[in-house]
């Protein structure tokens, strides 16, 4: 009895998938524009109250967070090199780097806003109802506008991980390293957030 053996390539469409995540960081920074819009028209209308404000805020910590965004944007872009070098060990490698990199951040950004909220300086708070509508409005989107950035490196966390599994068991390697790149861009999107964040509320004293 003849058998037959139909064999169905798997469809890939990578360009199609990069031109997705493009897509999708672009909406995400229309985003975070509008935010950053909002900042500065609340910071033209109360410039002393935010320039007092923002000196509650730890410029050391700011610089650590900015360094350790920055290595770990460099660590996943190796990765992405490393991967089309066929060099499984050293991907791994950089991929769990650069999720150490995302945890101490969140270590970082977890005592820091601790900090704030032990002292007061958080949105509805007895404290900053005593210091007026503008330090209200510097906390308040100071707390939103880098929980909405700590959310999205949750979720690029997550797909850092699943990359790494991936990798782990050889079904994402140098054939299709689409997922890791598309990792990557949504990592530097992460780290770009990071980069306006930081200036506006740690900088602009």
């Known amino acids: 009895m ?17 031109l997705g995540m493009w897509l999708f960081i672009f ?8 935010l950053f819009i909002v900042y500065g028209v609340y910071r033209y209308l109360n410039p002393e109250a935010f320039h007092l404000a923002a000196q509650q805020l730890s410029v050391s910590v ?4 900015t360094i350790i965004l920055l290595i770990s944007s460099a660590t996943i872009a190796m990765a992405s090199s490393s991967i089309r070098l066929k060099n499984k060990k050293l991907t791994l490698i950089l991929l769990i780097s650069t999720l150490v990199m995302a945890l101490i951040f969140m270590v970082n950004k977890y005592f820091e806003w601790s900090g704030k909220i032990h002292h007061g300086f958080f949105p ?4 900053l109802h005593t210091l007026g509508n503008g330090d209200t409005l510097f906390f308040g989107l100071y707390f939103f506008m880098t929980g909405l950035h700590a959310l999205h490196i949750l979720v690029g966390v997550v797909l850092i991980t699943i990359v790494v599994v991936r990798v ?16 990557g861009l949504y990592w530097h999107l992460v780290d ?7 200036p506006l509320f740690y900088l602009l004293t």
């Open 192 to 198: 770009l957030i990071w980069i306006f964040l930081f």
């Open 27 to 34: 909406t995400e920074l229309l985003l975070f524009a509008g």
């Open 168 to 183: 782990s068991k050889n079904t994402l390697t140098d054939e299709n390293p689409v997922l890791l790149d598309n990792s």
């Open 124 to 127: 509805s708070s007895d404290t």
């Open 62 to 65: 700011g610089t650590i967070n």
């Open 2 to 18: 003849d058998t037959s053996i139909i064999v169905e390539d798997e469809h890939r469409d990578d360009e199609g998938s990069k």
